[in-house]
């Protein structure tokens, strides 16, 4: 069965660096999503992505945040300087119409910001 | 009020038990309702997708969407071991917008 798949699964890094999180979407998908559960809270949006550029945005997504499909495959989610309260399950999504048919979630990349 | 309100248990059930699974809303804008599920540091799975009110069935699950008290419900029959995971609930108002609004999650535990 066709999956989404993040890397890396767990990544620390220290508040104020820099970190990509990446995804490989399923192949035929158009829509691209990411979402974040901070430990013990909801999932919560952060972005939306189609033809190559954001469709929609939380307001957790600020300047800090960017997204870039740099090729046919990839997916990822730039932090620009991290910091602790971005500590976080961070999920990548994919759909193949807007959202109507269920995502298919990633494993996650669990960010641990010291 | 918040916008999707989910019971986060935990539910111990034995196995065997019909458990029922719910959720609550305020904003009558969802039209599409979903339950995932999570197990433990992994990524949400999609086990049902309904649109609008009404029931729909798929094998031990069965969801249930009742928009004029907004209210939705899933209902695992012969429950597992293996159904021990997080459940989700999450919707979509399917208009301008295509994010998905997800409940706190109920934690569900059955006991062999």
């Known amino acids: 069965e066709p999956e989404v798949t993040q890397t890396p699964s767990h990544q620390v890094t220290q508040m104020g660096q820099e970190v990509i999180l990446r995804c490989v979407p399923i192949?035929?998908?158009?829509?691209f999503y990411w979402y974040r559960q901070i430990l013990g809270q909801k999932v919560e949006f952060l972005v939306s992505?189609?033809?190559?550029?954001?469709?929609?945005k939380s307001e957790i997504f600020d300047d800090q945040f960017s997204v870039e499909r740099p090729d046919g495959s990839n997916f990822t989610l730039k932090i620009r300087s991290t910091k602790l309260e971005d500590s976080a399950m961070y999920f990548c999504?994919?759909?193949?119409?807007?959202?109507?048919?269920?995502?298919?979630f990633g494993s996650g990349t669990r960010l641990t910001v010291v | 009020q918040k916008e999707v309100e989910q019971d986060p248990g935990p539910l111990s059930v034995p196995e065997g038990a019909i458990v029922s699974l719910n959720c609550t809303y305020s904003n009558s804008a969802f039209q599409y309702f979903m339950w995932y599920r999570q197990y433990s540091r992994k990524g949400p799975e999609l086990l049902m997708y309904t649109y609008s009110s009404g029931n729909k069935e798929d094998g031990r699950f069965t969801a249930q969407v009742d928009k004029s008290s907004k209210y939705i419900s899933l209902f695992i029959r012969d429950s597992q071991p293996s159904d021990s995971a997080t459940y989700l609930c999450a919707m979509q108002d399917g208009g301008a917008t295509n994010k998905l609004i997800f409940g706190t999650g109920t934690l569900l535990a059955v006991q062999p």
């Open positions: 999504a994919s759909s193949v119409v807007r959202g109507m048919d269920g995502y298919t």
């Open positions: 192949s035929n998908h158009l829509y």
């Open positions: 992505f189609y033809n190559n550029e954001i469709s929609e």
